[in-house]
């Protein structure tokens, strides 16, 4: 079989470097580049995240600046993307909303996976009762579509991005609590962890440091699909107006601003919803590509 | 060592132990009033085929059952204090510092995502309270102890990266850190191949003389009690069958079971006409025991008595334990079968 080579290998290679768990980011990170979609993803992700830093002091125009006299221009040389109804720059726009949709959608994921990962551990780990009880509330929240729980989130709490965040990040919790509950069912019943508790180790030790580190991998692969979900959601809300409010270059909120000119000035609603799809799409093809990559049935 | 002025000879001792296993409407009785004793220093083997209830002894005693499970009854004297009175907290500063374990299968006992050094200055770090350089040190001291060589590179290996032999060794590092006072090991050589094991146990017996450590050593192998053990508790069906001595065990057993036991070793100085010899029949499952002698289905001499009392555990004047109804003044049976065993192995 393979694993005796592997074996030989790897301790071949592990002398020369002390620490094979970097070894493993390697074969994930070989994996990974040998798959085109992923690759393109993650290049994507990389450019909207520098756009999203270094963007804001080199656009053309500022994004609030109103010129009405050059309202709703079609793309030319002067305005790459147009004009909105206000004669606001799109393309300035469109690049001041970048940091602002990225941070919607990491924000929203890190606090939805961690009180998710919380609920889902200890929920595997204990069983019983405990289980019982977190995993039916989780399915009262799976029950609604994420999208209308955001929505109905939004609503009690009123509309702002801030709201939005906590809202995206209440509709992801269940999503991660399931993941990281069957994953932890797998990995407490497996003897190192018996072998913990004989050597005495307290619940919170076995949980954070023992179970935590063996089920990042599934935990990885669903944030990053799950940052495109969350700024599909974000920027929905931001077009129902719940979410980021008019003068904010939020690209949900453009996208529902060009709604009305459609049939005269299209490409005020096309290029918001152009970028839309292109970071949903990266994210989803990056967190696709992790997940082959994390797989061990997948070859090199 | 102790705080209590607690005199006490044995380091263990159990005392009708009972564990149970509860489904919504069914108790099985995994473990039934087992008793032993461990004296100090001493190596007690615990033998039985598979669901006679020896790893989950094991585990009560460290109070490891998990759901379903419980511990029901009984007492588990650790140098005299009974265990089953302590708190978990109390329970978690006596695991792997005063009673270790050992378990079986050495390729998933040892955690993937951390090296060979982490997991053994764990120990150091949740029961002496060490640092993490520190339990380093002591960790690679640990290594050099258990034979592993260049310890010092070893110690920066994952588990993935070591043989199944290495791994034991690591296990048995693991266990020894703190130096208990009682290992329980389960199984500890039966993943691993022939020439392995006796090296694994050569280094247990060593060890074991060496840091004058009790040990409770699980095994279905004889050949394993034979080589390494001082006293044998044989159980069958959740319960201890025959109490004594390694040396008497194998000399003259007692009970038919531990007599159809020795049967069924193949004898490896001549050849074997016709078939090995076995225990006719399978263990009962723990959830429908006969009422009588657990044995008795099984066994070749059973009577009446036997299929419908459950004889006692009797302990005679040399401490020897025996559950049999043979050796009882009740016995019904031919008089001449409780010479059987000595007639049969004086071959």
Known sequence: MSHSTEHIDNTRTAVKSPNPRLKNWNIVFRKLKKNKSAVVGGILIILFIIIAIIGPYITPYAPQTQNLVNKLQPPSGDHWFGTDNFGRDIFSRIIHGTGLTLMVGFFSVLLGATVGILLGIVAGYYGGRTDSIIMRLMDILLAFPGILLA???????????????????????PVFARIVRGSTLSVKKLEYIDAMRALG????????????????????????????????????????????????????????????YLYNAPHVALFPGLAIVAVVLAFNMLGDGLRDAFDPKTKE | MTSKPNSYDNILEIKDLQTSFFTKDLEVKAVD??????????????????????SITSLSILRLVEEPGKIKGGEILFKGENLLEKTEAGMRKIRGNEISMIFQEPMTSLNPTFT??????????????????????RSIEMLKLVGIPSPEKRINQYPYELSGGMRQRVMIAMALACNPELLIADEPTTALD????????????????????????????????????DYVAVMYGGQVVEYTDADTLFKSPKHPYTVGLMQSIPPHDHDIEGDLSVIKGSVPSPAEMPIGCRFAPRCPFATDLC???????????????IRCWIYSDEWDGAPEVNIHANKERTT
């Open chain 2, 33 to 54: 009033g087992v008793s032993f004793a461990i004296p100090k220093g001493k190596v007690l083997g615990v033998v039985g085929e598979s669901g006679s209830g020896k």
């Open chain 2, 307 to 321: 299929r419908t009392k459950l004889p006692a555990l009797e302990t005679d004047e040399e401490g020897k334990q």
């Open chain 1, 201 to 260: 180790a307290s619940d919170g030790r076995i949980i954070f440091r023992h179970i935590l580190p063996n089920i990042t991998s599934p935990i990885i692969v669903q944030a990053t699909l799950n940052i495109a979900t969350a700024i599909l959601s974000a920027s929905g809300l931001s077009f129902l107006g719940l979410g980021a409010q008019p003068p904010q270059p939020e690209w949900g909120a453009m996208l529902s601003e060009g709604r009305n």
């Open chain 2, 116 to 137: 060979v050094g982490q997991q053994i200055s764990e120990s150091y770090i949740i029961h002496e309270g060490l640092n993490k350089k520190q339990a380093k040190q």
């Open chain 2, 194 to 229: 022939v020439t392995i094991q006796a090296q694994i146990l050569d280094l247990f017996k060593n060890l074991q003389q060496e840091l004058g450590m009790g040990v409770l050593l699980i095994t279905h192998d004889l050949g394993v009690v034979a080589e390494t053990c």
């Open chain 1, 151 to 173: 929505l109905a989130i939004v609503t009690v709490l009123g509309g702002s991005l801030v709201n939005v965040v906590i809202a995206v990040a209440i509709s992801s919790i």
